[in-house]
């Protein structure tokens, strides 16, 4: 991304994360892995990501690498909450990276965009399941190799609420404190 392509890529995403109005930018992924690498203990729907995409003050920016068109279209008619997709990002890993780095947060499962987001050094809030591969540890909410890494922990396996409550009630304090920044 340091490259001159790399930076005019950054710029487009700039450009068009600005195109979606004022408020954080926020980049999410709820399907992590797949059948091999237990998709169903590391996934969540999408409606039940509804708590924290209805935040006021965030605009919301799929990273899936799945096909998930349907899964938002009906999440939005179910809800009214927007969540963009753009193919093009997700179809190129290089187009990836320069989304998400200029994205202000990423909030995810345990999935490669979390480790994309580390190694550029974005902010990333990671929702981990009870019994969580080696990389994110047994315990604690920090990944030794990606500072800007936060780790949500399950407590109990399948019941995500829990941490999706911690993470709404974050990022509407992250939100708070851009707001009265003005930044």
């Known amino acids: 991304l340091s490259s001159p392509a790399g930076r005019a890529d950054r710029a487009h995403w700039r450009q068009r994360l600005a195109s979606l109005g004022p408020g954080l930018k926020v980049g999410v ?15 969540l729907g999408l409606p039940q990501l509804a708590p924290v995409l209805g935040s006021v003050g ?19 008619d179910a809800t009214g909450i927007v969540v963009h997709h753009w193919p093009d990002a ?9 989304l998400v780095s200029a994205l202000d947060l990423v909030i995810s499962v345990t999935t490669a965009v979390v480790h994309l987001a580390g190694a550029l050094g974005k902010p990333a809030w990671v929702m981990v399941p009870t019994v969580a591969e080696w ?26 609420a829990p941490v999706l409550e911690v993470i709404r009630s974050e990022l509407q304090a992250l939100i708070a404190r851009k707001d009265q920044s003005g930044v």
């Open 135 to 160: 990389r994110y540890a047994r315990a604690g909410s920090s990944m030794p190799w990606y500072p800007s890494v936060r780790l949500y922990r399950q407590a109990v396996l399948g019941d995500w």
């Open 58 to 76: 965030a605009n919301f920016v799929s990273l899936q690498y799945t096909r998930c068109e349907a899964d938002i279209a009906s999440f939005a």
């Open 29 to 43: 992924s709820w399907v992590g892995g797949s059948m091999k690498t237990r998709r169903a203990l590391r996934s």
């Open 90 to 98: 997700m179809a190129d890993y290089d187009e990836t990276a320069a």
